[in-house]
């Protein structure tokens, strides 16, 4: 029984993977991840991600204390943190994010503040949703793992 | 004795050449991790520092890698400064230069000296494509 949940976890998983990699949330980079995960470093992905998460939520406060700034002209700030927020989150497979931060990127470049504004509020929305389904995504895996843990010694009776 | 002293002679050069190491520079603590978890995975003894004046600082301690994994923007010294400082060390390491910043400042940094230019993040069969040619090299 217990094993048959484990197994139905399992699938959850894999339909929630497959149903962000469909929504362009995720690419193959979050694979490679998984790929770094064995026995020595049994929780790399989740320990990398609660990184992103945390690097991730200082970069957006930052990006909206300077544009929310009655003075604001330091452009160059802003790029310099989306230079992070891009390779953190092309790191982890971020696809939309990246692709957010990229469109963010050039309206600075261009010095356009409401274009900033306009992608910073798309970007916290973005990076709001992938939190959410990467932790949904975890708390599957950990329901799996306890599952399938418990399901271990009733088969050794 | 003399021919098994000899073959183990040439199983140790053999395995030194394999053994290659590597140097992580990235202000990034996310991806410090990635990239020494594909290093590991690849068998490469690695050592990650948080930004350009660590990797010369590192050189001047002796230390010495065969492939330095150079991000451009940090703090204290970029990857341009640093790359520029270690080539003029006589440093001879494979740099790579690893980054998500646009064309144009590709070309500043390649001018700085780097072999090769990489789009963060480097996946596994990129870095596997890096050691190969180093390992050739060696």
């Known amino acids: ?157 | 004795m003399g021919n098994q002293e000899k073959g183990k002679g040439l199983m140790e050069s053999q395995n030194s050449a394999d053994k290659l190491t590597a140097l992580v520079v990235d202000d990034d603590k996310l991806v410090r991790m990635i990239h020494q978890g594909l290093l590991k995975r690849a068998g490469v003894k690695n050592e990650a520092v948080k930004n350009g004046k660590e990797a010369v600082d590192i050189h001047y301690s002796g230390q010495r890698f065969d492939i330095i994994l150079m991000d451009k923007e940090m703090p204290i010294m970029t990857g341009i400064e640093a790359t520029k400082k270690l080539r003029s060390m006589g440093i001879l390491s494979k740099i790579i230069g690893v980054s998500s910043c646009t064309e144009a400042k590709k070309q500043e940094f390649l001018k700085a000296g780097i072999d090769d230019y990489q789009v963060k993040p480097l996946t596994i069969g990129v870095l596997n494509s890096i050691l190969e040619v180093v390992k050739a090299r060696k």
């Open chain 1, 1 to 157: 029984m217990l094993g048959f949940g484990a197994d139905l976890l399992w699938a959850d998983m894999n339909r929630l993977l497959a149903f962000l990699f469909h929504q362009g949330v995720l690419d193959e980079q979050f694979l490679q991840l998984q790929q770094l995960q064995d026995h020595t470093s049994p929780n790399f992905v989740s320990e990398v991600v609660n990184i992103y998460f945390h690097e991730s939520e200082k970069l957006l406060n930052n990006l909206r204390s300077l544009l929310m700034e009655r003075e604001f002209s330091d452009y160059k700030k802003i790029e310099i943190h989306l230079n992070q927020f891009i390779g953190s989150s092309s790191s982890i497979g971020a696809k939309r994010v990246t692709s957010v931060c990229i469109a963010f990127r050039a309206a600075s470049e261009q010095d356009n503040r409401a274009g900033c504004l306009r992608a910073l509020e798309m970007l916290e929305h973005e990076y709001c949703y992938l939190k959410n389904k990467l932790h949904e995504l975890f708390q599957i895996e950990q329901q799996r793992a306890l599952a399938a843990g418990v399901r271990y010694p009733m088969q050794h009776q």
